[in-house]
C-alpha cells in the first residue's frame, strides 16, 4: 500500500485528482446533504432485507419438498431462482421501475422508489433462498427421521427440527449476501430517487469535482465494513462451538 501511494503521489496527474477527488472543502459541505440521503439508502436496506428473509425461506421450502406431488412447486422454485439468479439487477430495476408504473393498472403503486425494492427483493431473494436450501440439505436426514418416530409430521420436523438447524448454520453466509444488498441499493438511483448516489451526482454535476463520489463511498464503507466484521466474528464463534463439540 505504501508503494501504490508513493506511485500515486508521485504521478504527473496528481496535482489535478487531488484537485477533482480530495478537495477538503466540497467533502465537508457536501457530507450533510449526502448522509440525510444515505437514509433512504439504509431504509430500503431494512425494508427489502425483512421481506427477503421470508420470502426466501418460502422458496428454500418449496424446494425441499419431497414426492412427486410437489413437484409443481420444486419446478416452480428452480425457474424462481434460475431466472432471477440470471437477469443482472441493475435490468431487474430497469424493467420494473420504468415498466410497471407504465402500465398504469388502477390501485398499482407507481411510485419507481417502491418497484426498485420490489426488484431488489425478487433478486436477493433468488440469492437467500439458495442459502437457505443449503443449510436445509446439510441437516442430516436422520434429525427428521427421529422428529418422525416422535410422531410428528413432515411439516412439523421441518418448521420445529430442520429449520432451526439450518437458519443457524446459513447466518454468515445471509450477513454477506445482505452486505452485497446494502451496497446495490445504489442501484436504485438509476431510476430516479435522489438517495446517496443520485445526491452525489447532483453535486458532482454543480461544481464539476468528484469529491461528493469519495464521500458517498465513505458512507457505505463505514455501514458495511462492521457488518462483515460482525460476519466474520459469527463464523469464528460457530467454528469454536464446533470445535467444542468434537472435543467433548
Not at 427489502?48 to 420470502?55: N, P
Not at 419438498?65 to 430495476?93: C, E, K, N, Q, S
Not at 435522489?194 to 468528484?210: D, G, H, L, P, T
Given at each position: ?142 434429525q427428521e427421521a427421529a422428529a418422525r418416530s416422535l410422531g410428528l409430521s ?5 418448521r420445529f427440527v430442520v429449520l432451526p438447524q439450518a437458519v443457524r448454520r ?79
Amino acid at each position: 500500500m505504501a508503494a501504490i501511494a508513493l506511485v500515486v503521489v508521485n504521478s504527473p496527474g496528481w496535482p489535478e485528482v487531488r484537485r477533482s477527488f480530495f478537495d477538503l472543502d466540497r467533502f465537508t459541505g457536501s457530507f450533510p446533504d449526502l448522509a440525510r440521503a444515505f437514509l433512504l439508502n439504509v431504509r430500503i436496506f431494512l425494508i427489502a432485507e425483512a421481506i427477503i428473509l421470508v420470502t426466501a425461506l418460502i422458496v428454500a421450502v418449496m424446494r425441499s419438498l419431497p414426492g412427486p406431488v410437489f413437484f409443481p412447486l420444486r419446478a416452480l422454485g428452480v425457474l424462481y431462482a434460475d431466472f432471477f439468479r440470471g437477469v443482472p439487477t441493475i435490468l431487474v430495476i430497469y424493467l420494473f421501475g420504468f415498466g410497471v408504473p407504465a402500465l398504469g393498472i388502477s390501485g398499482i403503486p407507481r411510485s419507481p422508489l417502491v418497484w426498485a425494492v420490489v426488484a431488489l427483493v425478487l433478486v436477493y431473494t433468488a440469492y437467500v433462498s439458495e442459502v437457505y436450501r443449503a443449510g436445509i440439505e446439510s441437516v442430516h436426514p436422520s434429525q427428521e427421521a427421529a422428529a418422525r418416530s416422535l410422531g410428528l409430521s413432515r411439516f412439523q420436523a421441518l418448521r420445529f427440527v430442520v429449520l432451526p438447524q439450518a437458519v443457524r448454520r446459513v447466518v454468515p453466509p445471509l450477513l454477506n449476501d445482505f452486505i452485497g444488498l446494502q451496497k446495490d441499493t445504489a442501484l436504485v438511483a438509476l431510476i430516479g430517487p435522489v438517495e446517496a448516489f443520485r445526491q452525489s451526482q447532483i453535486k458532482v454535476a454543480a461544481s464539476f469535482n468528484y469529491t461528493p463520489y469519495l464521500a458517498t463511498a465513505l458512507l457505505f464503507v463505514l455501514l458495511t465494513v462492521p457488518l462483515a466484521r460482525f460476519t466474520d466474528w459469527l463464523v469464528a464463534r460457530d467454528r469454536r462451538r464446533q470445535l467444542a463439540g468434537r472435543a467433548a
